[in-house]
């Protein structure tokens, strides 16, 4: 199994700031990464997929970029809706597997 | 694109559970259709997927044997199975679309997500 490492597992920041948080899977994955949101009880949101392509209707502060194992999202100027928790997901090969998810919380 | 779960369950130890996922708007036999879960403050474990167009199955390998998937397209719903519960199945479980974007087919990225069932298994 492809196992994906996400860090910072949490963070704390403020509305406005610059966030990035990055994904690392054990192996290369050709670009078959998403991104996802999810707030508390809520079913996740797809923000990215292929690395670095915005899913219809997403912010456009909302980035992804990366190659081979090492991946990562980028909010660039945080919104107050933003503050969820995000996973990363490979999608190279099956089973499809998840980062442990990074915690975005207020400064 | 809609998915509505069926709604939260309780069992007990060694029963078995099963859950729905009914589609709407959107042809459901051109999407694959995911199942994922997620234990309470964990993160997301992707069991399994079916093809409903022709029934195709792949699964996580921990959970061969302990799910079924199936589908019934003439009310295009999917179902999700799982047998011997055990406390370690309390989860929140998801279904969710395989994503086809334009022309360009990416079938193991979720862009629609069912609300969540709650299992719970309790003695």
């Known amino acids: 199994d492809i196992q994906m490492t996400q860090s910072p597992s949490s963070l704390s920041a403020s509305v406005g700031e610059r966030v990035s948080i990055t994904c690392r899977a054990s192996q290369g994955i050709s670009n078959s990464l998403g991104w996802y949101q999810q707030k508390p009880g809520k079913a996740p949101k797809l923000l990215v997929y292929a690395a670095s392509r915005l899913e219809s209707g997403v912010p456009s502060r909302f980035s992804g970029s990366g190659s081979g194992t090492d991946y990562s999202l980028t909010i660039s100027s945080l919104q107050p809706e933003d503050f969820a928790t995000y996973y990363c997901?490979?999608?190279?090969?099956?089973?499809?597997?998840f980062g442990g998810g990074t915690k975005v919380e207020i400064k | 694109g809609q998915l509505v779960q069926s709604g939260a369950e309780v069992k007990k130890p060694g029963a078995s559970v099963k859950i729905s996922c009914k589609t709407s708007s959107y042809t459901f036999t051109g999407y694959y259709m995911h199942w994922l879960r997620q234990a309470p403050g964990q993160g997301l474990e992707w069991m399994g997927r079916i093809n409903p167009h022709n029934g195709d199955i792949n699964s996580a390998l921990k959970f061969q044997g302990h799910i079924t998937m199936t589908r019934d397209t003439s009310i295009s719903t999917a179902y999700l199975e799982i047998s011997g519960l055990t406390s370690d199945d309390t989860a929140l479980y998801f279904c969710?679309?395989?994503?086809?974007?334009?022309?360009?087919?990416?079938?193991?990225?979720?862009?629609?997500w069912g609300q969540g069932t709650m299992v719970t298994v309790s003695s």
């Open positions: 997901q490979q999608y190279y090969t099956t089973p499809l597997t």
């Open positions: 969710a679309r395989g994503a086809i974007f334009g022309l360009e087919w990416v079938p193991n990225v979720f862009d629609l």
